[in-house]
């Protein structure tokens, strides 16, 4: 399955590696509150919550093509690696990933660069991939686009606590080891059509990528927003947060800029087709279908 969007002169595919009931909503979003889920749930089911309220998440990367580079954004869970605590990542061996890549009629060796929202396990995974028992680049000319700060939390934490970031060692370390990492600010200004916005809380320094000219762009949201439900309710902090009063300040800044704009949110894990435009939901957001 290939998916695109055009826009303007830059071509975005989707890339899935998973799609299914992920989480149960109330551990997920530790602050909602059972009465705010029932509330809600008649919109939310079936399609982003299931019967069970679980969320229905994806898993994907973003290819980004312009006319000048190919640039990767996150790369899901990959294959081979130990993630003992999620017995869904744990071990993978899929050829999904990899089909659906190939389908956008690209592959591992045309991937200028790789940038990582943020240095999650389902965010860097294919960054590396097993080979003669060593994990090496996946993608064998790439630059690794990776926010300093971000690095930096993560490196001290593989440091003082491995066992709960195993993917550092993994999928993250070995980029840094060859060389193949370009350390930039999250506000980075990559070229003239592609700049990274700081949008940090989930993790401390999360950036998303904002592609294309204005009126005719994009926003790879990363991990800023799990649900829309954080668009109706952008406080709502999710569970793996870094600073969550610090990711709904994020939600409410990117999403207030591109409120109402023909601005397309790709968002790393709603499901499918992902995508939608911000408009305007009593004093806060939704995403409306694009
Ligand atoms: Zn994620």
């Avoid at 916005?197 to 000219?213: A, E, F, K, N």
């Avoid at 668009?231 to 800044?253: C, N, Q, T």
């Amino acid at each position: 399955m290939s998916t695109q969007i055009k826009i303007g002169n830059i071509t975005i595919h989707r890339i899935v590696e998973q799609e299914g009931p992920f989480f149960e909503a109330l551990k997920f979003f530790p602050t909602l509150s059972k009465e705010l889920l029932d509330e809600n749930r008649a919109w939310l089911q079936p399609k982003f919550f299931d019967r069970n309220d679980q969320l229905m998440l994806c898993i994907q990367s973003y290819l980004v093509e312009t006319p000048h580079h190919k640039i990767l954004i996150d790369t899901c869970v990959g294959n081979h690696k130990q993630r003992p605590t999620r017995p869904f990542w744990h071990l993978m061996d899929s050829d999904r990933y990899e089909k659906n890549l190939a389908a956008t009629g690209f592959g591992i060796a045309d991937i200028d660069f790789v940038m990582c929202t943020h240095l999650h396990t389902d965010h860097v995974g294919w960054n590396t991939r097993l080979e003669n028992g060593r994990w090496v680049p996946t993608f064998p000319k790439a630059r690794y686009v990776f926010a300093d700060r971000e690095l930096d939390f993560w490196t001290k934490r593989q440091k003082t606590d491995p066992a709960a970031c195993p993917w550092v060692e993994d999928s993250v370390l070995p980029i840094v080891a060859a060389n193949r990492a370009d350390i930039v600010k999250s506000a980075h200004a990559f070229n003239d059509l592609v700049t990274l916005i700081p949008t940090p809380g989930h993790t401390i320094d999360h950036y998303s990528v904002q592609v294309g000219r204005p009126g005719a762009d994009a926003v790879i949201t990363g991990d800023m927003i799990h649900s829309p439900l954080q668009a109706h309710y952008p406080e709502l902090g999710m569970m793996a947060d870094y600073d969550s009063k610090l990711a709904g300040v994020s939600r409410r800044e990117l999403f207030g800029r591109f409120c109402d704009t023909s601005t397309l949110m790709c968002t790393a894990h709603f499901p499918s087709p992902s995508t939608g435009r911000i408009v305007r939901w009593r004093d806060a957001f939704d995403v409306a279908a694009a």
